[in-house]
């Protein structure tokens, strides 16, 4: 099994900067994809971020490039997401997920941490 745990959330202003972790710990697979969906309040959860085992690769949604940049340091079995630019809209339960390499989609989630931005 593996065990997902984001921390780094909070409220921040509009134009603030946040940095979202996620440690993954139990069987974390050396090859595999992490990355980080949102949801907001009635709406459906989507794709924020997600990078591949070995740094490359990273992908971003439209409405973030530019503004959220994600990393790993699989030493410490650990994403990142930093978070800048800020705007209301990022509102939301931010979760962190890993893909095992070879399967088809997000196989293992973290239980989200909560991002308030205020305008």
């Known amino acids: 099994q593996v065990q997902l745990v984001e921390s780094g959330g909070g409220l921040v202003q509009a134009g603030d900067s946040l940095r979202l972790s996620c440690a993954a710990s139990g069987r974390t697979f050396s090859s595999n994809t992490l990355g980080w969906f949102r949801q907001a309040p009635g709406k459906e959860r989507e794709f924020v971020a997600s990078i591949r085992w070995n740094g490359g690769n990273p992908n971003y949604a439209d409405s973030v490039k530019g503004r959220f940049t994600i990393s790993r340091d699989n030493a410490k079995n650990t994403v990142y997401l930093q978070m800048n630019s800020l705007k209301p809209e990022d509102t939301a339960v931010y979760y962190c997920?890993?893909?095992?390499?070879?399967?088809?989609?997000?196989?293992?989630w973290g239980q989200g941490t909560q991002v308030t931005v205020s305008s």
């Open positions: 997920a890993l893909q095992v390499y070879g399967t088809n989609g997000f196989n293992y």
